[in-house]
């Protein structure tokens, strides 16, 4: 357990500052998978600010630390976090701007995309329909540049303001998205030692992002994205907690990866609670007690039998916390 000195707890952070943190505090609720043990430290910071003072914390402190959005991404460990977690749900505000020219819609980093969207339908603004029904936050779902319905986020985005470290600095600083740094379920807020989750390094902390929307029919963008909620529900997304797509869909493997999970007759395949989902091949699915380590040991069955049956490796879409 990594233990936050009394020290540290009673003069490091103002009073105020204090209010945000708890200790020994049970991850599994906080993710999608409902998966997961303990964090030693959990930060929720509820303005930009906070989370800089957090951030500077961990960081002068030397205290391990993950980054957490809405958690639909991520599979914690059964261990749980040594170290502290800093959840951005309480980073929720979204701002309609007035550029006298096109109208520009900006959330912070933890607005669940649920609100977003719903937030454009109540003004009547086209763009981002396609993302209802998408669970997750904002943050996550620009660092994951996050594809649904043949849209991706870096098609919508205009700008990202984001904390950068220098040193001992850690300053707000603001991205214009240049199309040129995304990619398929690539952005350029992911760090290249691919440890996703964790906060280390020089890695950029998103803190909000501007999305552009036109002004649009307000009965047509809802009627969109109830169609696009009801066939999630009818693909089965919601039937079980997972963390939505297992793997990666490559074009060089001429198939959907859930095809290829299919093919290899893996549909149903359950190791103790965690269990391919019998409706959707490329789905994980928490059948009520999966634990972290079952669903890694199903993931690394799946990833060498489809390797043996079609000589293709996989590549997880879900990040391994810690
Ligand atoms: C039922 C279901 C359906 C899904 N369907 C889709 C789909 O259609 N398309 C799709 O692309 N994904 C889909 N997903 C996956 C997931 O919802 C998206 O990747 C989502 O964008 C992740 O957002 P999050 O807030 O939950 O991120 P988390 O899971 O909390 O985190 C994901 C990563 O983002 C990082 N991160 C989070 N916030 C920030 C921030 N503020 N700054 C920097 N890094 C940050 C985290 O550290 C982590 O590495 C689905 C998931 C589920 C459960």
Known sequence: MFNLGEKEKKNSFPVKFRKIIQENVKLGSFTSFKIGGNADIYITPSSPDELSAALAFIREERIPAILLGGGTNLL???????GA?????????????????????????????????EFCAEYGLAGLEDFAGLPGTVGGAVFMNARCYEKSISDVLISVSALYFSGKECTLQKYDCNKGDWG????????????????????????????????????????????????????????LPSAGSAF??????????????????????????????????????????ATAQEVVELIE??????????GFELEPEIIFAG
């Open 248 to 289: 990666k869909n490559n074009h060089a493997f001429g198939k959907p990866s859930g095809q290829l999970i299919d093919e290899a007759g893996l549909r149903g395949l359950q190791i103790g609670g965690a269990q391919v989902a019998p409706w959707h091949g490329n789905f994980i699915v928490n059948t009520g007690s």
């Open 76 to 82: 914690i460990p059964d261990e749980g976090i040594r």
């Open 184 to 239: 398929y379920k690539q952005s350029p807020f992911q760090p290249s030692d691919k440890r996703y989750a964790v906060i280390n390094g020089n890695r950029p902390i998103i803190v909000s992002a501007t999305f552009r929307v036109e002004q649009g029919d307000a009965i047509l963008i809802r009627k969109i994205m109830e169609n696009r909620i009801a066939d999630r529900t009818a693909k089965g997304h919601f039937k």
């Open 85 to 117: 977690v800093i959840h951005t749900d309480r980073l929720n505000k979204i701002r309609l701007l007035n550029t006298g020219k096109e109208p520009l819609v900006q959330a912070e980093a933890g607005t669940l995309m649920k609100d977003l969207t």
């Open 301 to 310: 069955i799946i990833r060498k039998r489809v390797k043996d049956t079609t």
